[in-house]
């Protein structure tokens, strides 16, 4: 077993769990600020191109994150449900499910990648690529040649986090953004590819960096050792309880984006969608801390609440809130400040040049409803540790059909008003995120604390067992029936429960059973009354 086994991480996370969100958080963020600085320098190369590489990259990535999405998704479902299991103490199904999840990201490429390659122009043509369409074509045919070592990656991340190996984690993605930087101006000028170099460089990058991956779990170097069998349902229903929903909701976002770039094509033609498509790194880069304590927090209260203890789990959500809402107001103030200096990046040749002003004005704008922003990821963050996280694609969804609303009326106005219709929907879909975060963490702690108060109020605490009586009551008795078992009473009397209610057979109360510690499956078989 690796220094960072899973039961240091677990027994650190119990110990101080507020520490131990902000060590796991840090690393995350580290990689995420890479990763983000890789597609920052992607845009800067791709700049000195003129707007149409802009757009180009503002176009594709629709597709891009989707398949980002698909590997995210389930690396999320299957970082939960190692965590919880890892948590219980089950290292054999941990393994298990490590496995399952890299076996499904095969078979979902295996049956993904052809058929992009094959629909990609049709696609393109319906996202609004006019003129761009023979540069996006091509630009996008290594993302979909390469979806399986983009998918894997995500998976590698999220089992490695899962386990607690944040180090390792953060090493993968350093590893894939640097491999990156390097590759990029080979690929773009060395190489003569021009703008679909990147994604060559991109998927390149990524494959060398999953290698690594690899060699860890090959080498015996992590806690978890992926144990591969066929696929089994019931191994993928605990992996997508969290993973369908989640690759939904970024599929669903990634597809809204390509309805909203025809709408942005619409107001501002190519030159909007490379202004917009720039803020959008601008602002990824911004949010880093929200998602990166999110991820973290997520793991942390998955193990908090394997305790049932939800006190602590609120404390600790409460102070990462507190810290997230703080750098991400202090960081606002410094790009409003900073925006003409910062929009130099995408603007210092003479071709991209006069989207200089409309960039200030774009990036001044957005960078003002993250505040409100980073109330998504936590909100979502809080959704997924409760198991509801149907709750948060639903969200997301509502959030995208307003912003698509907005964008629809905003587009016949100006660039202007679409920018504002962003952040209008921005931060109500922050705030319906969070609310209903809170809602169903407040519902399932008061029901929780409802639960565990109701046997204190008789005077005593007792527990629920496999109960089998037959006092000749005419209520069925063919089965084992879980029944509370309740003081035993002065006068044994028959207690009749109706079926339709609580499916629990007659017993009598001088037979009720006592507190005992964990439940046990006892049959006491009482004769005919």
Request: charged fraction near 15%; proline fraction near 4%.
């Given at each position: 077993m690796g220094s960072e086994s899973s039961a240091h991480i677990v027994s650190s996370v119990l110990a101080d769990p507020r520490k131990a969100v902000t060590a796991s958080a840090m690393p995350i963020a580290v990689a995420l600020l890479i990763a983000q600085t890789n597609s920052f320098v992607d845009a800067v190369w791709c700049s000195a191109l003129g707007p149409g590489a802009l757009s180009v990259i503002g176009l594709s990535a629709v597709l891009y994150l989707m398949i980002v999405g698909i590997g995210n998704g389930i690396g999320a479902g299957a970082s939960v449900a190692v965590a919880r299991h890892l948590g219980m103490g089950d290292r054999p199904g941990a393994n298990q499910l490590a496995a399952q999840a890299i076996l499904l990201i095969a078979v979902i490429a295996a049956v993904l990648s052809p058929v992009l390659l094959l629909l990609r122009v049709p696609l393109l043509s319906a996202m609004g690529a006019g003129p761009l369409i023979d540069t996006a074509s091509d630009y996008v045919i290594p993302f979909f040649v390469g979806a399986a070592v983009i998918m894997f990656n995500g998976v590698v991340a999220g089992l490695l986090r899962a386990e607690g190996a944040n180090k390792k984690a953060m090493f993968v993605l350093v590893t894939g953004s640097v491999f990156n930087l390097i590759l990029d101006p080979v690929?773009?000028?060395?190489?003569?590819?021009?703008?679909?170099?990147?994604?060559?460089?991109?998927?390149?990058?990524?494959?060398?960096?999953?290698?690594?991956?690899?060699?860890?779990?090959?080498?015996?170097?992590?806690?978890?050792?992926?144990?591969?069998?066929?696929?089994?349902?019931?191994?993928?229903?605990?992996?997508?309880?969290?993973?369908?929903?989640?690759?939904?909701?970024?599929?669903?976002?990634?597809?809204?984006?390509?309805?909203?770039?025809?709408?942005?094509?619409?107001?501002?033609?190519?030159?909007?969608?490379?202004?917009?498509?720039?803020?959008?790194?601008?602002?990824?880069?911004?949010?880093?801390?929200?998602?990166?304590?999110?991820?973290?927090?997520?793991?942390?209260?998955?193990?908090?609440?394997?305790?049932?203890?939800?006190?602590?789990?609120?404390?600790?959500?409460?102070?990462?809130?507190?810290?997230?809402?703080?750098?991400?107001?202090?960081?606002?103030?410094?790009?409003?400040?900073?925006?003409?200096?910062?929009?130099?990046?995408?603007?210092?040749?003479?071709?991209?040049?006069?989207?200089?002003?409309?960039?200030?004005?774009?990036?001044?704008?957005?960078?003002?409803?993250?505040?409100?922003?980073?109330?998504?990821?936590?909100?979502?963050?809080?959704?997924?540790?409760?198991?509801?996280?149907?709750?948060?694609?639903?969200?997301?969804?509502?959030?995208?059909?307003?912003t698509l609303a907005v964008y629809a009326v905003a587009s016949t106005v100006s660039m202007e008003a679409m920018y504002w219709g962003y952040w209008t929907s921005e931060v109500v879909g922050g705030l319906m995120m969070?609310?209903?975060?809170?809602?169903?963490?407040?519902?399932?702690?008061?029901?929780?604390?409802?639960?565990?108060?109701?046997?204190?109020?008789?005077?005593?605490?007792?527990?629920?067992?496999?109960?089998?009586?037959?006092?000749?009551?005419?209520?069925?008795?063919?089965?084992?029936?879980?029944?509370?078992?309740?003081?035993?009473?002065?006068?044994?009397?028959s207690v009749c429960a109706p079926m339709a209610i609580t499916d629990t057979a007659c017993f009598t109360d001088a037979v009720a059973l006592t507190d005992t510690a964990p439940v046990a499956e006892t049959a006491v078989l009482r004769p005919p009354a």
């Open positions: 690929f773009i000028f060395a190489l003569d590819m021009g703008v679909t170099g990147s994604p060559v460089a991109t998927v390149l990058a990524t494959g060398i960096a999953s290698m690594v991956g690899v060699y860890w779990y090959v080498s015996g170097r992590t806690y978890v050792r992926p144990v591969f069998g066929r696929l089994r349902k019931h191994l993928l229903d605990n992996i997508m309880i969290v993973g369908f929903p989640q690759t939904a909701e970024l599929c669903i976002i990634a597809g809204m984006n390509l309805l909203l770039n025809l709408f942005i094509i619409r107001g501002g033609g190519p030159d909007g969608l490379a202004v917009y498509s720039m803020m959008g790194i601008f602002i990824s880069m911004a949010t880093i801390p929200a998602a990166a304590y999110a991820s973290a927090l997520m793991i942390a209260s998955t193990v908090i609440l394997t305790k049932k203890d939800y006190k602590e789990a609120w404390f600790v959500h409460w102070r990462t809130m507190v810290i997230v809402m703080t750098v991400t107001i202090t960081t606002a103030i410094l790009v409003f400040v900073a925006a003409e200096e910062l929009v130099l990046a995408f603007t210092y040749s003479e071709r991209t040049a006069h989207l200089r002003p409309e960039m200030v004005k774009a990036l001044r704008i957005f960078i003002t409803f993250t505040p409100m922003y980073i109330l998504i990821p936590m909100g979502s963050s809080l959704l997924q540790t409760l198991r509801k996280v149907h709750v948060s694609a639903t969200s997301s969804a509502i959030r995208k059909l307003f969070y609310t209903l975060g809170l809602y169903f963490f407040f519902k399932i702690r008061r029901a929780h604390e409802a639960e565990a108060a109701a046997p204190a109020s008789t005077g005593a605490r007792y527990s629920r067992k496999y109960v089998f009586c037959d006092n000749g009551c005419s209520a069925p008795h063919d089965k084992l029936q879980v029944i509370a078992a309740a003081p035993p009473s002065e006068e044994a009397g």
